[in-house]
């Protein structure tokens, strides 16, 4: 089982079929891939709860990036929010991934 599965990921976004499957599938990868690299092995192999909140939103964070116009979501009423890639886009879930960080994956 995946941190963040497509279905999750179109339940979030509410986007239901008008992005295929492998297109929301890529944004998942990406979302693994980053928590991959800063929790321990033991605990990424374990796919507990907060590490599947945190590839979630940073799979929704990556793909508003990308898809939103001029790369800067906006919130139900429209006002943009800050960009959110680079630093900020793992800072958001840091809490949720603090204790199972993997220092030595920092420092790499």
């Not at 509410?14 to 992005?19: A, S």
């Not at 940073?58 to 429209?78: H, M, N, R």
């Amino acid at each position: 089982m995946a941190l963040v599965t497509v279905d999750e990921l179109k339940t979030a976004l509410g986007v239901g079929d008008l992005y295929t499957e492998d297109l929301l599938q890529k944004y998942c990868d990406v979302a693994i891939e980053l928590i991959e690299g800063l929790v321990t092995e033991a605990s990424f192999t374990a796919e507990l709860a907060p590490m599947r909140e945190a590839a979630l939103a940073t799979a929704v964070d990556v793909f508003q990036s990308t898809k939103a116009p001029g790369g800067t979501p906006a919130g139900a009423d429209f006002t943009p929010a800050p960009f959110r890639m680079g630093r900020s886009l793992l800072s958001k879930v840091g809490g949720l991934l603090a204790p199972y960080m993997d220092a030595e994956g920092m420092l790499a």
